[in-house]
């Protein structure tokens, strides 16, 4: 979920003969709750046609909402469940010490209460899968003409979904999530790893953990950082600091340890005009708000990062309300640092000993 997304825009205005069909429609269908939505992507639907878009092009959309809808369903039975993905390779073999160390990390956030979100193939994805367990691993596969079929942990689990569309199913194995998991592998790979990295960056995505995880001594990920420090950062294509949000290790109680010490103290956030809320665990100490301000009231547009309770549509939509809070103007440029301040709140003395698995939110 964006952080920072301005409202999206209305559909054009339908001739009213139309939108009165449309609401018998909805009537009919029994559609209640979330009606304007439903009714954009009813309008949308008939826009399409309207327009007299390509066949291939209806294809792709009407696939694609299909692929949403049935992933949207699978995953609906776990909602406020956290959960963790992780990426790797389709051919690493069971006796490489990077399939062990995924079936590691897998298995520890399971027994913490993290379900595993994978691509349901073989390799890391089945490794993984095979750490948290059947009731504890969600798949997401996709149909390739050459691949090999999914795991065998989903043959009697009901937790896997099939997806034509790479960008539909990367969607969905990031979307749920609050933790990433990823190892070494191919271009694939590569790329939900910088996907990842672009979200953070760019604020589309709220901060979570990523964990770069390797084999013991291994270079994979110390060779990404050669080429971020040597190449990209000097050209001036990213900051300097663009590659500290990650952890790059090669030992699983660290990479558990990152994701679940992510949300020893932070909880989530929620945007309230242009204020940003941050909720937490526990109450900041007046010396430590004045603390978080000398180091971080950089990232304010104006005023200061204050405490406060739940604001007015906290209250109405009753969000949350046990958390306290902190507020601050946040400035849109600045998104992609947030996470800074995030690991200064949880290393606060104020902050609970043990991590609390974070607070799973609909959008």
């Not at 826009?47 to 294809?59: A, F, N, P």
């Not at 301040?341 to 290393?347: D, E, Q, S, T, Y």
């Amino acid at each position: 979920m964006s952080i920072a997304d301005p409202a999206p825009a209305e559909p054009a205005h339908e001739p009213d003969d139309l939108a009165a069909k449309i609401e018998a429609l909805l009537d009919e269908a029994g559609v209640h709750g979330n009606r304007s939505l439903v009714r954009r992507i009813v309008t949308s639907g008939l826009g399409l046609g309207v327009d007299g878009t390509d066949r291939l092009d209806l294809k792709i959309s009407a696939a694609a909402l299909e692929e949403m809808r049935n992933a949207f369903r699978l995953f609906a039975p776990f909602d406020g469940v956290p959960k963790v993905t992780v990426f790797g390779s389709a051919r690493t073999q069971p006796r490489d010490p990077l399939y062990r160390r995924a079936e590691a990390v897998a298995a520890s956030l399971a027994g913490d209460g993290w379900m595993v979100v994978t691509g349901a193939g073989p390799g890391i994805m089945q490794a993984a899968a095979h750490g948290a367990g059947p009731e504890r691993a969600i798949g997401i596969s996709i149909r390739l003409p050459f691949e090999e079929r999914p795991s065998e942990v989903f043959d009697v689990d009901p937790n896997l979904v099939s997806m034509k569309y790479f960008f539909t199913r990367k969607l969905m194995l990031m979307k749920e999530s609050r933790g990433f998991v990823c190892l070494p592998g191919g271009f694939g790979t590569l790329d939900e790893t910088f996907e990842l990295l672009t979200l953070q960056q760019t604020g589309k995505a709220e901060p979570v953990p990523i964990v770069l995880l390797d084999a013991p001594g291994g270079g994979y990920w110390q060779g990404l950082r050669r080429y971020v420090e040597e190449q990209l950062v000097p050209l001036g294509m990213i900051a300097p600091d663009d590659l500290d949000r990650v952890l790059i290790t090669d030992t699983v109680d660290a990479a558990v340890a990152e994701i679940t010490g992510f949300w020893r103290n932070y909880d989530s956030l929620r945007w309230v005009g242009d204020r940003l809320v941050l909720r937490l665990n526990a109450e900041p100490t007046a010396a430590e708000v004045d603390e978080l301000n000398e180091r971080f009231g950089s990232l304010c547009t104006t005023g200061r990062i204050e405490p406060t309770g739940p604001l007015g549509p906290e209250r109405t939509d009753g969000d949350e309300l046990d958390h306290p809070r902190l507020v601050l103007t946040l400035d849109p440029h600045k998104v992609g640092e947030l996470h800074r301040l995030i690991r200064a709140i949880n290393a606060l003395d104020s902050a609970p000993d043990q991590a609390t698995p974070p607070t799973v939110v609909g959008e």
